[in-house]
């Protein structure tokens, strides 16, 4: 198995809601949180918060720029301290930066948003050796039917909110158009969330995880809509595709068609090498916010991952 | 029947996508009218519009203020010379209306909106005794199967750009999320599109169209949200009501769910005048521009309306 992890114990977790200000469940949660009986675990503290009040404020994805993108550029440049020039993401991620990044403790991130994708829940991990992590999705995964949470894996850091902590999983649910509540997804998240934290007090509590075999999806592909030769949207995504997130797709499956009715496959698109071609899924199909990122949908390369045992501080 | 209206030939039809510059499907339509083979009837000059082109760009419901609002302004106050000052949409507004009110022939106008409700195919007119549009409807619905196109009279007039005609419909089609364009809404929409030519084709050609009784539903209360003390939204559409537009409603059914957990009933927020409670249909159940307008859905009372014989230049 992977190299060994620090697997103390977990002593607080920030749950984030409006990372991106138009996704309500997220945001209604936190609400809900601070303004009622507060989110609890028994072994360790729960902080709810809003990433991004002023994108909340506005009930859009963002004021200036995408917060979910600036964590890395955070650490990394430092920013200098012309701020006021600094677009407000830019600021709020220092600042969130400042308030959580040097924690002693071991510290959990949990990310929530939600998609006008059908999705279903969606827990996203960014390296498939985040054994810590992958172990907290594989909990969760197994309080619901087959084939109705998914576990996704980026591949690489976007500079996420989750960057500030050694551990953190987005949670991702839809469908839900953005601007809207929907109960159903609102339920879905705050079990997600609960789990999360059951899972968390059971590690705390000294619980083994054993070894096992988790299904995974890592995002490869970004796949763009058609468009004409003024870079505007030209097409749509094909009936046979849409809702069908985390259903495989083959280089003859069709993903667009056109304004005037042409049909689009996905090998008229995307060369997908011939070792992948039976493991590839698309995710996250017709997320609005990705409209304005050229990405219609993203390809992902199903995998199984082979997790070690899990216990407070056993990983090996 | 009502009084006697004028049923000339109808020469001209002027549809508007993006009246609302995030409703991708109405936007899209026009687009490929406007960039493939035009959108045409056999009887009348069609033109195919964007209504809004800075909130299409910026892909939000408006720049300054919802432009489907405006028209009664323009008209009524003229609008002073100050324009520099004047929000985005009162200018486009009263552009729309120097182009194209002053038509001295008989104009027809097909406004195309999208929502995130669950409202299937709705057909929005101004009055119960707009005849010659309540057919137009009729001719609509009949291709469609029971309970899946609906006719809404608003009661009164927005100020909307239907407003620039003598009669004009609204064809709003969803659920679809703003920002996300489906091929089965924009399908939808396409099909009443041309089902609304195929109409004023027909009666162009002198085709009858007999007396008849229509099924409409009349807006006449708008619900907002449980709010707290600070006027912060403090629940959501309650499973039973989500999705469930033109269903009917009683004083005990369950319209909210608030954050805590507790079930809101109709009664508890509304009071139904006893002689219209078997009635009461909710429509544009959660809807994401209304929550701006503090609106979680609009109650409509079904009414059936009877409609004179129309033909060319007949309506008594
Ligand atoms: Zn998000
Ligand atoms: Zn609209």
Redesign the pocket.
């Known amino acids: 198995f992977g190299s060994m992890q620090n697997v103390n114990k977990v002593s607080d977790v920030v749950v984030f809601g409006g ?2 200000g138009n ?1 309500l469940s997220g945001i209604c949660l936190v609400k809900k949180w601070l303004s009622g009986p507060p989110l609890q675990s028994a072994t360790c503290k729960v902080t709810a918060t809003l990433c991004n009040p002023e994108a909340i404020r506005l009930c859009r994805r963002y004021k200036d720029c995408d917060i ?1 993108r600036q964590f890395t550029r955070v650490d990394i440049n430092k920013v200098t301290n012309a701020e006021e020039n600094l677009p407000y993401e830019v600021k709020r991620a220092k600042e969130l930066f400042s308030q959580y990044s040097d924690y002693s403790g071991e510290r959990i991130i949990l990310d929530l ?2 998609t006008t994708a059908n999705v279903k829940l969606c827990l996203i991990v960014e390296k498939p050796t985040d054994y810590f992590a992958l172990h907290m999705c594989r909990y969760i995964q197994q309080h619901f039917s087959a084939d109705f949470c998914h576990i996704l894996l980026q591949g690489k850091s976007y500079g996420d909110v989750r960057y500030i902590a050694k551990h953190g999983i987005g949670i991702e649910v839809g469908p839900q158009p953005h601007g809207v509540l929907r109960a159903d997804i609102f339920d879905l998240q705050e079990k997600a969330v609960k789990l999360s934290l059951a899972f968390l007090d059971k590690f705390n509590n000294g619980d083994i995880f054993n070894p096992c075999e988790i299904v995974t999806y890592t995002q490869f592909k970004k796949v763009d809509f058609p468009r004409d030769h003024e870079g505007n949207i030209a097409g749509m995504i094909h009936l046979d595709l849409q809702d069908r997130d985390w259903q495989s797709v083959s280089g003859s499956s069709m993903v667009f068609r056109t304004f005037q009715g042409d049909n689009v496959t996905l090998e008229d698109v995307v060369k997908i090498p011939d070792e992948i071609k039976d493991l590839v899924y698309p995710v996250f199909v017709n997320e609005a916010s990705y409209y304005e990122k050229d990405l219609a949908f993203w390809l992902t390369k199903k995998a199984t991952v082979a997790l070690p045992i899990l216990k407070l501080n056993v990983l090996h």
């Open positions: 990372t991106h996704e979910n948003h939600n």
